[in-house]
Structure formats: structure tokens, C-alpha cells
């Protein structure tokens, strides 16, 4: 009744019928690319779901520290937000703890709403930014008011703009601090209101980030969810190295005390912040500021990812170019078996990257990315790119001293 139709696929042979050079090189640069696609995403980029799966599976043990925290916030007119997510901030689970607010001039109902916060919550102390005060960088000066007046040694960090996921955010964060020279990375998402696209490229940094400080090459930090010693920040006299730069208060302060410290990821779902952008220009914002400041990173980490997106254009161009040579233009005898090769390899990589990228995502309690994936994957290299061909012909007048 059924007939069965052998289907008779000759791998050898296959590759055998390219002959002419041009289709030698497309296939071969498609081959290369990958492999290479492969190996970052199996060998790095899956490091901080294993790691965060064998924390939770007790394999991986993390010590327990409770020592007494100083929370920083720093912000500018941010009333509205700081009303929101404050209390959530103020009503953690922890023991013994601290919330400082640096106001940074707020012309808003900033003030108003820190006082009636104040009342209720006698731990959350407040300090200014005076409105006089000359500085290139108002963040940074606003942060080192606040690390002085921070009463105890571990300092943890986030913006007004963002909500920790749990009440146990401080516990996960400063469970790591067995030592005083101990730097803490916690993992930032955006919101459901902000723009799709920038949720995903959001979360791919921050995996960048976490996976290269698992690998012992720490170069970049968020600042929205960031822990170190104020010991440490007073041993190298601050931000000194990097006062002549508006920015760099969080990935280059990291990047100079990496080979100084001991790093630890924390990976939790508890341990998550969740940043609102509300506005296009604040991520657009966002993504400009880390573009400028990206440029003064080690060599090793701007190579490192260089090479990962390039391979991951190489891919998708020597995939478009091979099958338009090999089927259209050579016409080869095996053009089905050609098409289910090229099938299979996009299938591959696609099936690799949605595996790794959505295994973390559920290992940290973020949402998965299904159909917009492959989209944001291959333009996510080309944005990347302009914003820093348009640092490079723009550039920032504010950035450095002239």
C-alpha cells in the first residue's frame, strides 16, 4: 500500500561535485563560520546557564555571607519611579542594611517623595549632589558622596529606574562577600514596555558579560546591579584613573580592578533587577554611553567578541551566497541534496542559539524570545556597528577634557 522512497545522501560525494573555486571558498567560509558559531555558543555562551543550574541543583556551592549592606542610588528627577519602587527596595529580606539616595539636583518631587519615605523607613538616608558644583561627571561624584556615607563596607548598587525581582535581591548579592576584595555582577533585564529589539540586545550584554567573568575575564559591569567593598573603592582613590571620562562609573571602574579582585556572578532569579526604559532615546541613550566607553576596554574581550560577530555575519552571507552559486548559478546535479545541507546548517545554528539564549533566560525567571529571534540575531552585529560609526563621526564634547 505504502512505497518507501530511498532517499540516498552521499556526503562525500556530495562535496566532491565542488569543483570551481568560487564555490570551494563560499562553502568553506560557511563551514568555518559555523563551527566557530558553534563553539562560542556551546563552550561560552551556555557557561552562566550551567553555572546557574549547578548553583540550584546544590552542585555548585555559594557560601551564605550576610554581612551589613549599603544600597546606592543615584538619581535625577526620578519621583515618580523612586515612589514606585523604593518601598520594594526598603522592604527587603535582609538583616542589616542601608539605602542611601544621592539626589543629583532634582528640579522634581524627588525631595518630597524621599522625606515622606524617610519617615517610614528609618534605614533609607538621603544626601545631595549641591546644584553648584562643577564636575564632568555628576554620576560619579554622586556615587563617591554616597560610598562616604555609606556606614558599612559592603556596597551595592542600582538605579532609581529599577525594581529587584525579589525581596531576597541584597541576600543573593552579598552572599558571595567571604573576602573584602570581592566584586559582585548581578544580571539586569528591561521590562515588557520597552522596545523588543531592545530587550533582547539588553540581555544579550548582559550574557556577554556574566559569560566572560565566568571565564576569568571580567571587563564590563552593569551598574543597575553591582556589588563591591568600599574598601576596595577607597584603596584606588575612586574613580581617579577615569575622572577625566563623563562615564565609565560601572565597566571601566570593573575593568581597571579585575586582575585585583575576586569575581563572582550571581545567576538567581531572586537576584535579577528589572530596569524600565520607557523611551527609545534612554536605551538609544544607554547604548551610546557603553559605546564610548567600550573602546577603552582590554584588547582581549573587544577581540573575543569581535570575532563572534563577524564569524556571525560570515555565516549568514557565505549561506545566502552558497546557495544562490551553488543552486542558481552552477546548477549543480545535487541541488536537493545541496538545499537540505544548507537547511540543516541554518536549522543548526538557529536551533544552538535558541537553545543557549533561552535555557539561561529560564534559568534566571526572564522571558524567552521564540519567532523575533533569528531577526534580532542578524541585525543585532549591524546596529552594534552603527552606534559606534556614529560615536566615531559624532563624538561627545562632555566625554574628556580637552
Same mark, same amino acid.
Given at each position: ?9 552521499? @556526503? &562525500? ?10 564555490? !570551494?571558498? %563560499?562553502? #568553506?567560509?560557511?563551514?568555518?563560520? +559555523? ?65 542611601? @539616595? &544621592? ?10 517623595? !524621599?522625606? %515622606?519615605? #524617610?519617615?517610614?523607613?528609618?534605614? +533609607? ?88 567573568? +565566568? ?188
Amino acid at each position: 500500500m505504502f512505497e518507501f522512497v530511498e532517499f540516498d545522501f552521499d @556526503f &562525500v560525494s556530495i562535496i566532491g561535485t565542488l569543483t570551481d573555486t568560487v564555490s !570551494i571558498v %563560499l562553502v #568553506s567560509v560557511l563551514a568555518g563560520c +559555523l563551527i566557530v558559531q558553534l563553539l562560542y555558543y556551546w563552550l561560552f555562551l551556555a557557561k552562566p546557564n550551567r553555572r546557574a543550574r549547578a548553583v540550584k541543583r546544590v552542585k555548585k556551592k555559594v557560601g551564605e555571607a550576610q554581612p551589613p549592606v549599603s544600597v546606592i542610588v543615584c538619581a535625577k528627577n526620578q519621583a515618580q519611579r523612586l515612589r514606585e519602587y523604593m518601598p520594594i527596595l526598603l522592604e527587603q529580606n535582609y538583616p542589616i542594611y542601608e539605602v542611601i @539616595f &544621592v539626589d543629583d539636583d532634582s528640579s522634581d518631587e524627588t525631595s518630597e517623595v !524621599i522625606g %515622606l519615605l #524617610s519617615q517610614r523607613y528609618p534605614q +533609607l538616608y538621603h544626601t545631595y549632589v549641591p546644584a553648584e558644583t562643577m564636575s564632568l561627571s555628576r554620576r560619579k561624584l554622586g556615587l563617591t558622596i554616597g560610598i562616604k556615607a555609606a556606614k558599612y563596607d559592603t556596597l551595592l548598587f542600582t538605579d532609581a529606574c529599577c525594581v529587584p525581582n525579589s525581596p531576597d535581591w541584597i541576600s543573593k548579592m552579598s552572599r558571595h562577600f567571604k573576602t573584602l576584595d570581592t566584586v559582585v555582577l548581578g544580571f539586569s533585564a528591561l521590562d515588557s514596555h520597552s522596545k523588543s529589539y531592545a530587550v533582547y540586545d539588553y540581555y544579550f550584554s548582559n550574557l556577554k558579560m556574566a559569560t566572560m567573568a +565566568l571565564l576569568g575575564k571580567s571587563y564590563m559591569a552593569n551598574g543597575k546591579n553591582l556589588a563591591y567593598s568600599k574598601e576596595r573603592f577607597l584603596k584606588e582613590r575612586g574613580f581617579s584613573n577615569s575622572n577625566i571620562m563623563d562615564l565609565g562609573e560601572d565597566d571601566l571602574f570593573v575593568d581597571e580592578i579585575a586582575p585585583k579582585c575576586n569575581f563572582a556572578v550571581e545567576l538567581s532569579p531572586e537576584s535579577v533587577i528589572t530596569a524600565s526604559l520607557n523611551e527609545y532615546q534612554t536605551w538609544r541613550d544607554m547604548k551610546n554611553n557603553r559605546g564610548m566607553t567600550g573602546a577603552y576596554y582590554k584588547w582581549f574581550p573587544k577581540v573575543f567578541w569581535a570575532v563572534e560577530a563577524w564569524t556571525r555575519i560570515g555565516f549568514y552571507a557565505s549561506l545566502i551566497a552558497s546557495a544562490i552559486w551553488v543552486l542558481v548559478v552552477t546548477k549543480s546535479a545535487y541541488s536537493s541534496e545541496w538545499f537540505i545541507l544548507f537547511g540543516v546548517a541554518a536549522l543548526l545554528r538557529l536551533f544552538t542559539q535558541w537553545l543557549v539564549v533561552n535555557r539561561t533566560a529560564s534559568a534566571l525567571g526572564l522571558p524567552k524570545f521564540y519567532l523575533s529571534l533569528p531577526l534580532f540575531d542578524i541585525i543585532q552585529p549591524f546596529v552594534d556597528e552603527y552606534f559606534l560609526f556614529y560615536q566615531r563621526i559624532r563624538g561627545r564634547k562632555s566625554y574628556r577634557k580637552s
